[in-house]
């Protein structure tokens, strides 16, 4: 099972916080959250201040990471086969998403432990520009790459 993912962060360099983290399977169910105690807006390039900040969803999305880290443990153990992780930005968001997942010196076994890197695929169908905001850059990115079918009409699953 492919799951395409996205990530936030608070510049572009090797010492990037990550502010939000989505993953979208192949089969429609989705994850998200945001970091609370990661990053503060100093941290983040104007760039980031400007675009990817006021589309921060908040709320139930919002947590602390180590409850992040739980509840992204949790959806990755519903799979029930190995899961792939397919991403644009290997670079960033595979570390970001290995420093997440990475737990007490264990990797989740249902998770592969490399990336595929989604500009080495043939898509499907056209992309749309990417808004910057995790989810809806996962979904994008996964809709060119799979027919995706919603299995959650309501939004993300949260933990």
Wanted: charged content about 25%.
């Amino acid at each position: 099972m492919r799951l395409f993912l996205d990530c936030e962060f608070t510049h572009l360099s090797a010492a990037a916080k990550l502010i939000s983290l989505a993953l979208v399977a192949e089969d429609g169910r989705e994850f998200y959250v945001e970091l609370l105690d990661t990053w503060q807006e100093e941290d983040c390039s104007d760039f980031v201040k400007e675009i990817v900040l006021p589309q921060l969803w908040g709320g139930s999305y919002a947590l602390p990471i180590v409850e992040a880290r739980m509840s992204l443990l949790r959806f990755l153990t519903s799979f029930k086969k190995e899961v792939e992780i397919v991403t644009d930005a290997p670079q960033y968001d595979w570390e970001l998403f290995c420093d997440l997942v990475y737990e007490g010196g264990r990797w989740p076994r249902i998770v592969r432990n490399f990336p595929t890197d989604a500009t080495t695929l043939s898509p499907t169908s056209e992309g749309e520009e990417l808004p910057h905001h995790a989810l809806l850059d996962a979904r994008i990115i996964a809709g060119m790459f799979a027919s995706v079918s919603r299995g959650n009409p309501d939004g993300a699953w949260a933990g």
